[in-house]
């Protein structure tokens, strides 16, 4: 009887096993709903940090000279000692992830004119990356391109996508070892007179910088110094054999604008770089860029193809246009004053906005905030603006004198569209530099003593992470819907939605520290429990209201999950 009954106790347990897998299979099921519903790296809402290569962080403790770069420059006119190394030893440390960034952008990498020149503000070498002597190598003062792979692994390791700055319009300026391109690729007169579209187009950007032919369908033949350069190098049979594929892949011309879209795009294909910032856009035909953004495509696709196991997500490669002035007023439209053009018609998903600083400082928060919501969601719906304060080029910064840095933050961080963070931006890096002349000023070494020692730079940056961690958990800050709840106190919200996922926040602004009452709108629910991400403490949602005691001057609400 004992007997029967252990067999029949077994025998349940043997039927009883598909009832009890199924119970685990289903509960599994919420495991992967919530998976399916993880906030995606929305490229409208980016958190992305603008460095100079040259002048944020020196990973080679050796300092080394290269390519016989030994003349006396300006002031911070030469090269400083940053590089690739750097940029990898801070993703090492965690600095972009504790600032909440997702994408960095530097500038170009590629090899520079070996010589310096003088353009007025005194002898410069290229350390800012924009005069191209070879597209195809990088320059020894910045790394190699083991460096740059290494760069690209760690940073997609941690979900930052890293992008690069891309020159098609200019080669760099001529000197006594850098020899002028030969004239059926470039033009060296006549210089730009900006007031209209062709001599905005057909010349060159200053004195003394050739002007790659762009508009030319002419075929043409590689510069006798180039060849030379990759004989001696050892990689002239590679080389030609790689552009033979290019050139009958595409059917394209052997004209100039191709061998740089070439060059440019196997940086994608080898590295699987995830953007690109395209300079000196509006002085090149719009129709190059549409042919650049094809190339960027098909290269990203083959990167994703070849490194399956590599690839972060679905996003299609992103590029951004630097079209000097274009502001978000103009929606989609740049105005040439006798054309206009419409760069996100041609390869762009985003454009640079040089008018958010003027908006920063003229317009209060409401203002600014619903501006931007009306046009990113209007005329610009489906594309997206890089908003900034201070830049490497840009000589009326927001805040010159760091004296607004907390505000900056607010300004920055919390608008809609892209942020981007220049370098130091966050740390009150100076730029007023005595001593230096023109743009040199905006491009001192970051200053890493100061976040090592100074308490009020840990102060300010302590701010920037806060808002920045809680912009990059919330593509609905960037990418979504603003709407204000209340004029005083000052609240608004921001709601994203894509497919499943929905994402929205309550952000308060100018409170005073302390206990503090605020209204949450339809965005919780009463009962809810939310969070306060700038404080960490959390209170529960009673009567469409919500308080809260911190020693803080604004509130970042989120639900507490």
Same mark, same amino acid.
């Given at each position: 009887m004992i007997i029967k009954k252990i067999t029949l106790f077994f025998i349940g347990l043997i039927l009883l096993q598909p009832a009890m897998n199924s119970a685990q299979t289903q509960k599994k099921k919420p495991t992967k709903k919530i998976a399916q519903t993880k906030m995606p790296f929305v490229w409208e809402g980016a958190n992305l940090y603008f460095l100079m290569t040259d002048r944020f962080c020196n990973g080679n403790?050796?300092?080394e000279i290269y390519l016989n770069r030994t003349k006396s420059t300006a002031k911070l006119r030469g090269f400083e000692g940053g590089n690739l190394r750097g940029i990898i030893q801070k993703l090492d440390e965690g600095y972009f992830e504790k600032l909440g960034i997702n994408a960095i952008w530097f500038t170009p990498i590629v090899e520079q004119i070996h010589d310096g020149v003088d353009e007025g503000t005194g002898l410069t070498y290229g350390f800012h990356g924009y005069?191209? &002597?070879? =597209?195809?190598?990088? *320059?020894?003062n910045f790394g190699t391109k083991k460096d740059l792979a290494e760069l690209v692994k760690k940073a997609h390791a941690k979900g930052i996508r890293i992008m690069l700055d891309g020159v098609i319009n200019h080669t760099g300026p +001529?000197?006594? +070892? %850098?020899?002028? =391109?030969?004239? @059926?690729? +470039?033009?060296?007169?006549?210089q730009c007179k900006y007031d209209n579209y062709e001599n905005t187009t057909?010349?060159?950007? +200053?004195? #003394?910088?050739? *002007?790659?032919?762009t508009e030319s369908n002419q075929p043409v033949e590689l510069p006798a110094f180039l060849v030379e350069k990759w004989k001696n190098e050892g990689r002239y049979n590679q080389e030609m054999a790689s552009l033979d594929a290019f050139f009958k892949r595409t059917g394209y011309p052997r004209a100039p604008r191709y061998y740089?879209?070439?060059?440019?795009? @196997?940086?994608? /294909?080898?590295?699987?770089? @995830?953007?690109? &910032?395209? *300079?000196?856009?509006?002085?090149v035909g719009e129709a190059v860029w549409s042919d650049f953004k094809t190339q960027c495509d098909y290269a990203f696709a083959l990167w994703k193809k070849n490194n399956p196991t590599k690839v972060l997500d679905n996003n299609s490669f992103y590029t951004i246009a630097e079209v000097y002035n274009y502001g978000i007023s103009g929606g989609q439209d740049f105005d040439f004053g006798d054309q206009k053009v419409n760069y996100f018609k041609?390869?762009? #998903?985003?454009?640079? #906005?040089?008018?958010?600083?003027?908006?920063? $400082?003229?317009l209060g928060y409401e203002a600014m905030f619903s501006k931007y919501n009306q046009q990113l969601q209007g005329p610009l719906k489906g594309y997206s603006v890089l908003n900034y304060l201070s830049s490497h080029d840009d000589g009326k910064p927001f805040d $010159? *004198?760091?004296?607004?840095?907390?505000?900056? /933050? #607010? &300004?920055?961080?919390?608008?809609?569209?892209? $942020?981007?963070?220049?370098?130091? %931006?966050?740390t009150a890096r100076s730029l007023v530099v005595p001593g230096t002349e023109g743009d040199a000023t905006l491009r001192s070494f970051m200053n890493w003593d100061d976040v090592a020692s100074n308490p009020d730079t840990k102060k300010i940056l302590n701010h920037w992470q806060k808002l920045g961690q809680f912009r990059k958990k919330h593509a609905s800050v960037g990418a979504g819907v603003h709407e204000q709840i209340s004029e005083k106190p000052y609240v608004f919200s921001r709601t994203y939605s894509l497919g499943k996922i929905q994402d929205k926040v309550v952000i308060a602004l100018e409170l005073k520290p302390g206990e503090k009452e605020i209204p949450t709108g339809k965005i919780f629910k009463n009962g809810t429990l939310v969070k @306060? $991400?700038?404080?960490?403490?959390?209170?529960?949602?009673?009567?469409?209201?919500?308080?809260?005691?911190?020693?803080?001057?604004?509130l970042l609400l989120e639900a507490q999950k």
């Open positions: 403790p050796k300092k005069w191209t &002597r070879d =597209w195809t190598a990088l *320059d020894p +001529v000197t006594e +070892v %850098d020899t002028v =391109w030969p004239s @059926d690729w +470039v033009r060296t007169g006549p057909a010349c060159t950007l +200053v004195k #003394n910088l050739p *002007d790659v032919l740089i879209i070439k060059w440019l795009t @196997d940086y994608i /294909a080898e590295f699987g770089i @995830d953007g690109y &910032r395209a *300079d000196t856009v509006k002085h041609h390869g762009f #998903n985003s454009l640079i #906005n040089f008018e958010f600083k003027w908006n920063a $400082a003229q $010159a *004198d760091r004296k607004k840095t907390y505000e900056s /933050a #607010n &300004r920055l961080l919390l608008s809609p569209g892209i $942020a981007q963070i220049y370098y130091g %931006d966050e @306060d $991400a700038y404080s960490g403490k959390t209170a529960m949602v009673k009567n469409g209201k919500i308080k809260f005691n911190t020693e803080f001057d604004l």
